[in-house]
């Protein structure tokens, strides 16, 4: 087992471990200094020093470098002033120079020596000039980072439709696959506007669940099919995997239909496959 520290770079963004500095008590939300590849970085502590297997290491592992200072804590907030400003001349820069692309956020490294810009474009763009362009305006070194649509989301953030924050800006470290078979498996509608995110891309959340409802699944007939009650054959009309029973139709003998919900044990029908991965591979999204 090893001491950590867990830390985050951004709210809900992705864990990295670094071990404690000999010495240093650390606490949640406490701000502190790293050391990464791109340099110094101000972090915050997700959660304060545990024990974890070797094995869930990413070696080698870092030390943190100081508890933030009131120093640090001041030049990190004047950095975060001016991200605003350096945005707005971004995007004047990116229309003068007539790019098809949309700027998503900047960050400002901790050493003060450069700007990174992230944005989304719906193809490759050729940003040579303007990276030239606010290198002359910043006085730093400039670098563009294209992302996707969902880091988009993630980025800026927003109201999902269940009325909570996104999964991606608020609880999720980072993105799962998702398919159009999770939807079909939780029998869900499949309009893309009913499970599609803000990002227009399929909503994190079908994931969830997801174990549940397959093995709910193989025990429960398909909805359409025969099946055996303990009133005679019934056609099932309507599936609730939660409480694990099944809503069946059958004839009353004078053309019209008698619903009845039955425990999915206690009828007899053929089992049936839930719909293959390669079906809906075209729909996964990572």
Request: proline share 5%.
């Amino acid at each position: 087992m090893v001491k950590v520290v867990g830390i985050k770079f951004k709210s809900g963004g992705k864990l990295y471990y670094f071990a404690p500095k000999a010495g240093d008590t650390y606490v949640r939300n406490m701000p502190v200094i790293v050391e990464t590849s791109r340099g110094l970085e101000y972090a915050w502590v997700a959660y304060p020093e545990r024990e974890v297997e070797e094995k869930d290491i990413v070696q080698p592992l870092k030390s943190i470098i100081r508890i933030a200072t009131q120093k640090d804590k001041d030049f990190y907030a004047a950095c975060e002033a001016k991200k605003p400003k350096a945005i707005q001349i971004c995007k004047e820069k990116i229309v003068q120079h007539g790019l098809e692309m949309k700027l998503i956020d900047c960050e400002y490294a901790f050493d003060g020596n450069s700007i990174i810009f992230f944005f989304t474009a719906a193809s490759r763009v050729d940003f040579r000039n303007l990276v030239k362009d606010l290198a002359s305006t910043f006085h730093m070194r400039i670098e563009l980072r294209q992302v996707g649509t969902r880091d988009e989301t993630k980025y800026l953030g927003g109201i999902a439709p269940c009325g909570r924050v996104c999964c991606c800006a608020g609880n999720m470290p980072e993105f799962k696959k998702v398919s159009v078979k999770m939807a079909k498996t939780q029998g869900l509608s499949l309009n893309p506007g009913k499970i599609s995110g803000l990002c227009g891309r399929l909503m994190c959340c079908l994931g969830y669940e997801i174990d549940h409802y397959t093995e709910s699944a193989k025990k429960m007939p398909k909805v359409g099919s025969e099946v055996i009650t303990p009133d005679g054959k019934a056609i099932v009309v309507n599936l609730d995997m939660l409480r694990m029973n099944v809503k069946t139709k059958a004839d009353d003998g004078t053309g019209g239909w008698i619903y009845k919900d039955y425990p999915a044990k206690d009828l007899k029908f053929k089992k049936t496959a839930l719909p293959s991965d390669k079906e809906d591979s075209p729909a996964e999204e990572e």
